[in-house]
C-alpha cells in the first residue's frame, strides 16, 4: 500500500493510505510494508471535477466575440460565418478527433482535474484506460433546445436511467428567449432532481427558487458567460443551497483550466474557500452523482490531488501543482514526488508555463507525435528523465 503522510486535509495534518485505486483509510499509521512518501505538509485535495468541457474542442483559439451577444444562436450564427472565411480556425478543426481528445484530457490532468463532464457523444476513446483524466459516463445529455427541439429534448430526458444526471444547455443568453427555455424545460416536464442546466444566464428570481424547488441544479462557467454576454449567473443562493458545479466550457469561449475557472468564479460571488473547493470536489460529485469521488475518504477513489501547503485552491496555477493521482497511479508532477513514487523510467521531464515538471512517459510518448499541442507544455527531454 502507499501511505502519503504529512499531508494536510481539511485543515488536520494526517496520515492517507491506498490500496490499488481506492483510499483504505485517512488518520491511520502507515504499516511496515507501506510505501511511505512525507509530503512535509502539502495539502492533499480529492482530484478536481470540471461539470462541463467539450473535450476536442480546446485545442482552438478563444475566438474574440465581435460584440456582446444576447443569446447564444448569435454567437453560433457568427461561428458558422468564421469558419468559412478563417483559415486558423478551419485548420484546427481539421486536427483528427483523437488527437483533440487527447489534448482536452492533457488541458484538464495539468490542472489537477481527474474527472470530466463531457458535454457530447461519449466517444470510445474517453473510455479508453489510457485516457488520462476519468469521463463521467453514466450521464444522459441534450446540447439545447435551440439546437435540438423540444421532442429531441423530451426524449433525452425520458431516455435518461433513473439516478443519473440529465444535463442541458440552457438558459445561455441575456434575452428573453433565452429566459423561456427555462419555462418551456419545466413545461416539458424535464426540470426534475437529475437535471443539470449548464449555463443559467438568464435565470430570474422566479426561475432560481423554481430550480431550488425541483431540487435541480447548475453548471456555472462564469468565464465563457462573461466573454459572451458581459454577465454571468446569479448563484449566490443556488451555491448556499449546494446547487452548483463548476465548469469550464471549452477553450472557444471559456477559461484555460479550471483553476482559472475558480479565480473568475471567486470574482463574481464572495465564497469562503471551502465553499469554492466544494464546486469542483463534493458539491460536483453528488450533482453528477458519482459517490466515490471528490472526497479524501476510505473507500473513495484515489483520485488525489496534492498542492503546496496553505494554499487555497484560487491561487493554485498549472505549475504549482505538486502531484495528481489517478485511480491510484500519478500521472503528473514535480520532479521529487513523482520519482519517489515510480522509476524514473516511469516518467518524462517536461516544462508547464516555464517550469520543470514530470509526467508520465507513455502519455509524453503519445502527446509528442500529435499534429497540434497543448500551449504552455513543453515536451524538451529525454524519455526516462525527469529530475
Ligand atoms: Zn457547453
Request: net charge negative; charged share 25%.
Amino acid at each position: 500500500m502507499l501511505a502519503l503522510t504529512g499531508c494536510e486535509v481539511g485543515g488536520e495534518r494526517t496520515t492517507v493510505r491506498i490500496a490499488g485505486s481506492r483510499i483504505v483509510s485517512v488518520g491511520e499509521r502507515p504499516e511496515v510494508q507501506d510505501q511511505v512518501l512525507d509530503l512535509a505538509g502539502d495539502r492533499l485535495l480529492p482530484g478536481l471535477i470540471n461539470a462541463h468541457d467539450h473535450l476536442p474542442l480546446n485545442h482552438l483559439p478563444r475566438l474574440e466575440p465581435a460584440r456582446r451577444y444576447r443569446n447564444v444562436r448569435e454567437w453560433i450564427d457568427e461561428l458558422d460565418a468564421q469558419r468559412r472565411v478563417e483559415g486558423p480556425l478551419e485548420a484546427a478543426v481539421a486536427v483528427p478527433l483523437g488527437e483533440r481528445l487527447l489534448l482536452g484530457g492533457v488541458k484538464n490532468l495539468l490542472s489537477g482535474v481527474t474527472t470530466v463532464a463531457h458535454h457530447d457523444p461519449l466517444y470510445p476513446e474517453l473510455c479508453d484506460p489510457g485516457y488520462p483524466v476519468r469521463v463521467v459516463t453514466r450521464y444522459g445529455w441534450a446540447h439545447s433546445l435551440d439546437i435540438e427541439g423540444e421532442a429531441k429534448v423530451r426524449e433525452s430526458h425520458r431516455r435518461t436511467p433513473a439516478g443519473w444526471p440529465w444535463i442541458i444547455h440552457a438558459a445561455e443568453g441575456v434575452d428573453e428567449a433565452a429566459r423561456d427555455e427555462f419555462r418551456r424545460l419545466d413545461r416539458l416536464g424535464c426540470l426534475q432532481s437529475d437535471t443539470l442546466l449548464v449555463h443559467g444566464v438568464a435565470l430570474g428570481p422566479q426561475e432560481r427558487h423554481r430550480l431550488i424547488a425541483a431540487s435541480a441544479a447548475l453548471i456555472w462557467c462564469p468565464s465563457s458567460n462573461l466573454h459572451l454576454f458581459g454577465v454571468t449567473a446569479d448563484v449566490v443562493e443556488l451555491v448556499r443551497t449546494g446547487r452548483v458545479a463548476l465548469g469550464t466550457d471549452s477553450r472557444l469561449t471559456g477559461s484555460s483550466d479550471l483553476l482559472d475557472e475558480l479565480r473568475a468564479a471567486a470574482g463574481q460571488v464572495a465564497m469562503t474557500p471551502g465553499a469554492l473547493e466544494s464546486l469542483v470536489t463534493r458539491d460536483a460529485a453528488r450533482l453528477l452523482r458519482l459517490p466515490d469521488c471528490g472526497s479524501v475518504a476510505p473507500r473513495a477513489r484515489a483520485d488525489l490531488l496534492v498542492v503546496p501547503a496553505g494554499m487555497p485552491l484560487q491561487r493554485v496555477r498549472r505549475r504549482d501543482i505538486r502531484l495528481v493521482i489517478l485511480d491510484g497511479v500519478a500521472l503528473y508532477g514535480d520532479p521529487d514526488l513523482a520519482c519517489a513514487l515510480g522509476p524514473s523510467e516511469r516518467w518524462t521531464e517536461v516544462r508547464v508555463d516555464g517550469r520543470v515538471k514530470a509526467l508520465e512517459a507513455s502519455l509524453a510518448e503519445r502527446l509528442r507525435h500529435l499534429s497540434a499541442g497543448e500551449p504552455g507544455l513543453e515536451l524538451t527531454a529525454v524519455a526516462g528523465r525527469a529530475a
